[in-house]
């Protein structure tokens, strides 16, 4: 929800510079995380929520 709400105000001009590139990008990594149903932060630091058996 974050990151559509983040398309909105981008697109009606009421963030713009900086602020609308940082916060796009952290939009565009909220979508592809619910894409993915994984943080792609995982991977790297070999970090998992997974119960184990």
């Known amino acids: 929800m974050l990151a559509i709400l983040v398309?909105?105000?981008y697109f009606l001009n009421?963030?713009?510079g900086t602020t609308a590139i940082i916060?796009?990008?952290l939009a565009v990594i909220?979508?592809?995380?619910s894409l993915i149903?994984?943080?792609p932060l995982y991977m790297?630091?070999?970090l998992s929520t997974r119960?184990?058996?």
């Open 23 to 25: 916060l796009g990008a």
């Open 14 to 16: 009421l963030i713009s």
């Open 44 to 46: 790297p630091f070999g």
């Open 30 to 33: 909220f979508l592809l995380t």
């Open 7 to 9: 398309g909105i105000l």
């Open 37 to 39: 149903s994984t943080c």
């Open 51 to 53: 119960k184990q058996k």
